[in-house]
């Protein structure tokens, strides 16, 4: 399990989350859903050790992780899919999923990781010697979920997938994502598409100027008609 909690992140001496618990157990899907400037990305960025925490906790299966370094986070099987993608566009796709698995235990195992990545998108199959920087928007965010992948995480933790790309591929995301999930890796899904994101997963947790707003089961934030209103525009 992963758990957060209390934990406070600031940018300078502006609070961007504050007093937020939550939780990941082993082989969940949750989502983290809320408007713009609501504290997502900052939220998910603490959890992967890229951003220090003011305050609160991180654990996982109940050791304490909040003050180790980044790398640390790696060990612990957290692996994180930033907002835009953030590939090396002059290396190739391969170059690029290869550099997900620098962890000894990875690079072990980077042949079958590689198969498993193809078998999600087959598409990189046929890529693999093209510059990342030569492939669509989608593809480009396949190979960022594929190195995240190439690191074998116990957690993964994916930051707005969706963002820029078209209805249909968005579709073919989610339904990689579920795939991921399937195998047996827990995930944390943040995401402005509501209503998509919600039909994902078994838990939820709406984020709203950085603190938690609602938590819960999907179907049942979903009929509440606060939510409809504050988050789905209905």
């Not at 938590?215 to 979903?222: D, F, K, R, S, T």
């Amino acid at each position: 399990m992963y758990e957060v909690a209390g934990v406070a992140v600031n940018y300078g001496a502006a609070a961007a989350v504050s007093d937020v618990n939550l939780r990941i157990d082993a082989g969940e899907l949750v989502v983290v859903v809320g408007p713009n400037g609501a504290g997502k990305s900052t939220l998910i960025n603490a959890m992967a050790g890229v951003h220090p925490v003011a305050s609160g906790r991180l654990a996982v299966d109940g050791q304490d992780i909040t003050r180790e370094p980044p790398h640390r986070f790696c060990d612990r099987g957290i692996a994180i899919v930033p907002e835009g993608r953030r590939l090396f566009v002059n290396l190739t796709v391969r170059e690029n999923l290869e550099l997900g698995s620098y962890r000894a235990e990875a690079r072990r195992a980077r042949g079958d990781s590689l198969k498993r990545v193809c078998a999600l998108f087959p598409v990189l199959g046929e890529r693999m010697d093209a510059p990342a920087g030569a492939l669509s928007g989608g593809q480009q965010q396949m190979v960022a979920i594929g190195r995240a992948l190439m690191a074998r995480p116990r957690f993964l933790l994916l930051d707005e997938p969706s963002l820029g790309l078209s209805p249909m591929i968005v579709q073919d995301m989610f339904r990689a994502v579920r795939e991921i999930n399937a195998g047996g890796v827990a995930v944390l899904l943040v995401e402005q598409n509501i209503a998509a994101a919600l039909g994902l997963a078994r838990r939820a947790y709406v984020l709203d100027e950085g603190r938690i707003a609602a938590e819960g089961e999907p179907a049942n934030l979903l009929s509440r008609p606060e939510i409809q209103k504050a988050y789905l525009g209905t």
